[in-house]
């Protein structure tokens, strides 16, 4: 991953930052995020905050309480995510609530949560407080509709729907994961200039970037390996997932087969048999191939969103995360 290689040492700045801001006590309180925090993960969205403002001139050293501020909510949504999906792994370990229980894990997601806007409250030193405030308002936006795909998600299993269209597919994910990385590409380019339309434009590049990547990832839960994805293999089917997939194999799949896949997604319990059948299923009729394809599809879009940057070495590693979206197996 040579994109990484441009903003290396300010993703360690990021990282620093990160853990500095996590108190060390209480212990009770604080004591597991940094090993959640440690185990890695892609550092995706700070990269694009890191990288959009190269690519705009911005000053890179006072974007990184950005892209740490992005880097925190992330992983704020990781582990309640997991408590929302009774996941088991997360980044190749047990679930925080596997390993401690909900209670605990649901409050060191609320801890994370707490310190991220005790670090967008203390902005103003850096970037004034006019500038703080759209930052903040850009950020609570962001936020806002993070939360609300990720609602809308849950309502769908909860009402036991399956009448989900690819259209509404698209709009919770444009949501659940597209908006954080407009947000990280937006204001990264905003740090460097005042040109709307460049910032707009860089907005919307992440918003597809976003979404292209979670639709890779629908794909690699089924047919990833378990060593390079490092979460369960076939966890979307057991958790019910109403990913792209599902949606195009409904439109072909027999009576028969629909009824049978819809038990197996609403039962929450799907076992390895039942897992394997699905996986069967969504190969039979091509919709793995198709979501491949429509993630490709949005790369494409996302990329021509770049043309209002000049050519650069930054340009040039957008470019090379967006590719990394689509063909990433981990």
Not at 21 to 45: N, W
Not at 86 to 99: C, D, F, H, M, Y
Not at 214 to 243: A, H, P, S, W
């Amino acid at each position: 991953m040579e994109f990484f290689n441009i903003a290396r040492n300010e993703l360690k700045l990021v990282e620093q930052d990160v853990l500095a801001s996590i108190p060390k006590e209480p212990h009770a309180v604080y004591g597991l995020l940094p090993e959640f925090f440690l185990r890695g993960g892609k550092r995706i969205r700070p990269t694009l905050v890191i990288v959009s403002a190269m690519a705009t001139g911005g000053n890179v050293k006072n974007v990184v309480p950005l892209a740490s501020a992005v880097e925190i909510f992330h992983n704020f949504t990781l582990i309640h995510d997991d408590i929302e999906d009774s996941s088991e792994i997360r980044r190749g370990k047990p679930t925080l609530n596997q390993e401690y229980g909900i209670p605990i894990a649901l409050n060191s997601g609320d801890a994370l949560y707490t310190l991220l806007w005790g670090k967008l409250a203390s902005m103003e030193a850096k970037y004034g407080a006019d500038e703080t405030i759209k930052i903040q308002k850009k950020c609570a936006a962001a936020f806002r509709r993070v939360v609300e795909g990720q609602g809308i998600e849950l309502a769908w299993n909860k009402n036991h729907r399956f009448d989900i269209s690819e259209k509404d597919y698209m709009e919770m994910v444009a949501g659940k994961t597209g908006a954080l990385s407009a947000l990280s590409c937006e204001v990264g380019a905003c740090s460097g200039t005042d040109d709307a339309k460049i910032c707009e434009a860089m907005r919307t590049f992440g918003e597809l970037l976003g979404v292209a990547f979670q639709i890779r990832d629908d794909v690699l839960n089924l047919v990833g390996d378990f060593d390079n994805y490092k979460k369960e293999i076939g966890g979307d089917v057991r958790e019910g997932k109403r990913t792209l997939i599902v949606i195009k194999t409904f439109e072909s799949a027999t009576k028969e087969e629909r009824e049978k896949l819809i038990k197996i997604l609403d039962s929450g319990k799907a076992n390895k048999n039942e897992i394997d059948y699905a996986i069967s299923l969504f190969k039979k009729y091509g919709a793995i191939g198709y979501a491949n394809k429509k993630a490709e599809e949005m790369v494409g879009w996302a990329k021509t969103r770049l043309t209002v940057l000049k050519p650069s070495a930054a340009r040039s590693a957008l470019e090379g995360i967006a590719d990394f979206a689509i063909n990433r197996i981990g």
